[in-house]
């Protein structure tokens, strides 16, 4: 059965109702879960049409459009097409992991002799794709000093393309763990400029795991691609692993031509577990942000505490605060904060936590807390985490949705002990 789905009405009410027709499951208010590797063929032609629309694009023929579970399979369609929706891309294509949508964008769009400019910090998993395994293909990264600044990306693009085209330019705003924001529309035109220079266009990828599609639209601001670790806020429980790119259907449906061999698609029960999360995602998106001001407010005023990296912060007039008014609705509730000190001062803290949870990751409805130099950032070497202000001292925080009072009290007492 064909569906149609009204993509005008508000996210909120996408993110529970778009993707999905209970018409099309025996009325189910739910989506079940298909937990099946094979599909039945109505006919030995239904078998050839099928196949020749997934692989040839042509025109789907009626009944069911599946084949096998790693090619796609209806809660992966329905999870993809909410995702997709949020973004205000043409398609998305979902993956195992954050980590395997990230590597997908490089796989698929960068070639031998090419390079990649990127922003500083980048997630730990994405920088050991950048300098540790993309070389072994011949692709070269190009670090940006200053992404708020276009001369900036600019005079770094200028500089990779004397090793070689640019395929990609990726942002990641806010930086993990650093908040770094990123101007993405000036990177935009920095690509434009290099498409009419050399005619060809390196594609603009974001990575948006830290704001989340209700926060900042990265594909409004002139990105082709956003990237997403659904992990984080859109599970928002901790309790699956799962990646997202979405853009134009084109783009995409590389993504999805690649993910067939690679198998790196997501299976049938975390796609569920996925649509049940986006359901509440508004929610916990606001009530985290609340929590997060509060939070960082008094880590702000602590005087064992020399910085604090919320993104509301930042000081009046500065291009980070007329950027982050312009990208984004909020400033989310991942952020970093210096303790005065380093290791030693930092996990005498860490040890003295009862609340706050010390573990990696992001995003869930529980505050999570860790050290990204001996953690996230382990792998990094130490000149590069230096150089972008990941140091001894650095503490990295998730807000989650418990009560701001309980968060504040059991820091206060964990920083006692320092």
Not at 59 to 78: C, K, Q
Not at 181 to 205: K, M, W
Request: glycine share 10%; proline share 5%; net charge negative.
């Amino acid at each position: 059965m064909s569906v149609e789905f009204d993509t005008s009405l508000h996210p909120e009410t996408l993110t529970i109702s778009h993707g999905y027709d209970p018409r099309t499951a025996f009325g189910a208010a739910k989506p079940p879960v298909f937990l099946t590797s094979t599909f039945v063929y109505e006919s030995a032609q239904h078998a050839k049409d099928v196949h020749r629309a997934y692989f040839d694009g042509a025109e789907a023929p009626g009944g069911s459009p599946y084949i096998y579970s790693r090619l796609n399979h209806p809660n992966l369609d329905m999870v993809e097409r909410r995702l997709s929706v949020l973004d205000r891309g043409e398609d998305a294509a979902v993956f195992s992991s954050g980590m395997a949508a990230i590597s997908a964008v490089m796989l698929c769009f960068a070639r031998p002799g090419e390079t990649i400019l990127h922003t500083k910090p980048t997630y730990g998993g994405t920088d050991g794709m950048l300098y540790g395994f993309m070389p072994q293909f011949g692709v070269t990264p190009f670090g940006v000093d200053d992404a708020l600044s276009e001369a900036s990306i600019q005079a770094a693009a200028n500089q990779a393309l004397a090793s070689g085209p640019i395929a990609l330019i990726m942002l990641e705003s806010p930086a993990n763990p650093t908040g770094t924001v990123v101007d993405i529309a000036a990177a935009a035109r920095v690509a434009d400029v290099i498409g009419q220079r050399t005619g060809r266009r390196p594609l603009v990828s974001v990575d948006n795991t830290f704001l989340g599609p209700f926060v900042q639209t990265p594909l409004a601001l002139g990105a082709d691609l956003c990237i997403t670790s659904l992990t984080k806020y859109c599970g928002g429980h901790s309790d699956l692993l799962a990646g997202g790119v979405s853009g134009a259907k084109a783009l995409v449906g590389v993504l999805k031509a690649q993910r067939t061999f690679f198998g790196s698609h997501l299976d049938p029960y975390s796609s569920w577990l996925l649509l049940r999360s986006f359901e509440t995602l508004h929610l916990r998106t606001e009530r985290a942000g609340e929590n997060a001001l509060k939070v960082a407010t008094y880590l702000r005023d602590h005087p064992k505490i020399a910085s604090v990296t919320y993104l509301g912060f930042a000081p009046k007039g500065s291009a980070a605060q007329a950027v982050m008014a312009r990208q984004g609705r909020g400033f989310g509730s991942t952020f970093s904060f210096q303790i005065k000190g380093g290791e030693a001062e930092a996990f005498r803290m860490l040890d003295r936590l009862k609340v706050l949870r010390l573990a990696v990751s992001l995003g869930g409805s529980e505050t999570l807390i860790c050290h990204p130099a001996t953690t996230t950032h382990y792998n990094v070497p130490i000149e590069r985490r230096l150089e972008v202000g990941v140091g001894d001292g650095t503490l990295r925080v998730s807000v989650g949705i418990e009560h701001a009072d309980d968060l504040i009290a059991d820091l206060a007492q964990a920083l006692d002990a320092v």
